[in-house]
């Protein structure tokens, strides 16, 4: 296995490809290049506003789960609006948070790596999964 990365270029997460016949034909600068081509395509082709959405999704989604569970312990301490409330902010808090440092950007978008992987399949190479 070999996974293609030029120490000073690598960002992000980039594709591992199997070593193939296109591979060994080609070498590791020519794959590194098309891969580079490949994303290139990809940021062009493919929606950027994926990585806006996760964090808007998990945002939501904490704000729902804590707003119940705010609830419950309100109810318990005898005020279910004051509890649910305070679990609302408290859990789209966590949400945003959890959204912004787990959307990854455009790479991690499963559109970007199908595109880029469907580009170097065209190529002749075997992408394995992404490093």
Known sequence: MISLCVFSGCSGP???????????????????????????????????????????????GGG???????????AIAGNVGLGSMIGAAAGATQ???????????AE?????RNFVNRCLIEKGYEPIGWD
């Open 108 to 112: 991690a978008s499963p559109a970007y």
């Open 95 to 105: 949400g945003l948070l959890r959204g912004i440092f787990t959307s990854g950007g």
């Open 14 to 60: 980039r594709p591992v490809l199997y070593p193939n016949q296109a591979l060994q034909d080609s070498g590791e600068e020519q794959a590194e290049q098309d891969i580079s081509v490949c994303e290139e395509l990809a940021e062009e082709y493919v929606s950027k506003g994926s990585a806006g959405e996760h964090v808007a999704g998990q945002t939501v």
């Open 64 to 74: 729902a789960i804590g707003a119940a569970s705010g609830a419950v312990g309100g």
